[in-house]
């Protein structure tokens, strides 16, 4: 494998995982196909864009010419490039079903007319609804799970990881589906709860809490979730299959702004609770134990430890989130349409 092909590499997790892989195997090719969506920044890659291993193309997924182009060459892919923010879905859904399922299928079609090695759809935990066993019994889903997405991202990402497994299927294509629980790290979009509560909080601005902030996450640091799809990308004989990655570490929305405000020395009084988003998830988490039993692998790192080298990131960064906040020009008003005036 010599030529990977990342899409949404300009992205938060993409951008992360180009980062790992140029650290971890320097001698492999890697092209970035991003369409610089709001949430593209090629900012998150100024220190290796003129790695001589690295190619940036701006474009769509859904170009079906352009993803053809690039699939030629491509060894292997690594399709992150989605609409990924839950509240903008339910405000307006279109986008998440044109990239998310259409720009998917454009990707799997290309990939299927050439000798592609691995193909990693990159899904997530929300595909599940809220983590249950048919029963009903709360408990961290399992990859056999039934998908009940709650949102509109959610069922677009839903649709993806089935046609990505359809692929494989029909196809025959070597896909592997992942699902990961929430990330957080560096180069997360401020919009996302992390990184807006942290840079709220730097600013002195209240921290908007939906409901009572008792919705629980499973919180990965970015890196464990490159890492574990490098492993993946090399894996053999695990083709259709589908591993959840997690850390197996839940925390309410309430922790999470309590424990930024103590490493930040803040006020609790910048916690704000505001209306509930509606089809909430009350918790995701996922059951790892696929990927430890046939990879021997599970996440490691300390959460408190990475949850202070994150904030001291957003600290060091200002000029790279100021500039997001201020100058994209629909974020001030999304952000008072979406928290009631209340950031
Ligand atoms: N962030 C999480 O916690 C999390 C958890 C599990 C899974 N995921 C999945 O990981 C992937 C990456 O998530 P993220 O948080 O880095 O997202 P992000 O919103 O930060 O980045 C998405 C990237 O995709 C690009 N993109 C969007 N539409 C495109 C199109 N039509 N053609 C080409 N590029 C396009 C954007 O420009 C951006 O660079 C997504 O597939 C997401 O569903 C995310």
């Not at 769509?60 to 839950?86: R, S």
């Not at 640091?221 to 574990?228: I, L, M, Q």
Request: hydrophobic residues 35%.
């Amino acid at each position: 494998m010599k030529h990977i092909l990342v899409t949404g590499g300009a992205g938060f997790i993409g951008s992360n995982f180009i980062h790992y892989m140029i650290q971890h195997h320097p001698e492999y090719r890697i092209t970035n196909l991003d369409k610089l969506t709001y949430a593209g920044n090629l900012e998150n890659l100024r220190d290796i864009e003129a790695h001589p291993t690295y190619t940036f193309v701006q474009g769509d997924i859904c170009d079906a010419a352009l993803v053809e182009k690039l699939m030629q060459p491509a060894d292997a892919v690594v399709h992150f490039a989605a609409e990924t923010h839950v509240d903008r879905s339910i405000m307006d859904a279109g986008s998440f079903i044109t990239t998310d399922v259409y720009g998917t299928f454009v990707l799997l079609e290309a990939a299927r007319k050439y000798p592609i090695e691995r193909f990693i759809q990159i899904s997530t935990d929300e595909v599940y609804g809220t983590a249950m066993s048919p029963e009903g019994v709360s408990r961290p889903s399992l990859e056999t799970d039934a998908l009940m997405p709650l949102s509109p991202y959610a069922a677009s990402k839903s649709g993806a990881d089935r046609l990505a497994f359809s692929y494989w299927a029909t196809h025959k294509l070597p896909v592997i589906i992942t699902r990961c629980s929430n990330n957080y790290g560096p180069y997360q979009y401020p919009e996302k709860l992390i990184p807006l509560f942290v840079t709220n909080a730097l600013d002195n601005i209240p921290m908007p809490v939906y409901g009572d902030g008792q919705n629980t996450r499973d919180w990965i640091y970015v890196e464990e979730h490159c890492a574990a799809v490098d492993l993946l990308l090399h894996s053999s004989g695990y083709d259709g299959e589908i591993f959840n990655i997690g850390a197996n570490r839940e925390y309410s929305v309430l922790q999470i702004s309590d424990l930024i405000l103590d490493i930040l020395g803040k006020p609790k009084s910048l916690i704000r609770f505001v209306q509930d988003r509606p089809g909430h998830v009350p918790r995701h988490a996922v059951d790892t134990a696929k990927l430890r039993r046939c990879f021997n692998w599970s996440a490691s790192v300390d959460f408190h430890a990475m949850l202070e080298k994150t904030v001291q990131w957003y600290r060091e960064h200002e000029t790279w989130w100021r500039r997001i906040k201020e100058q994209d020009a629909g974020y001030k008003q999304y952000y008072q349409q979406q928290y009631q005036g209340n950031v």
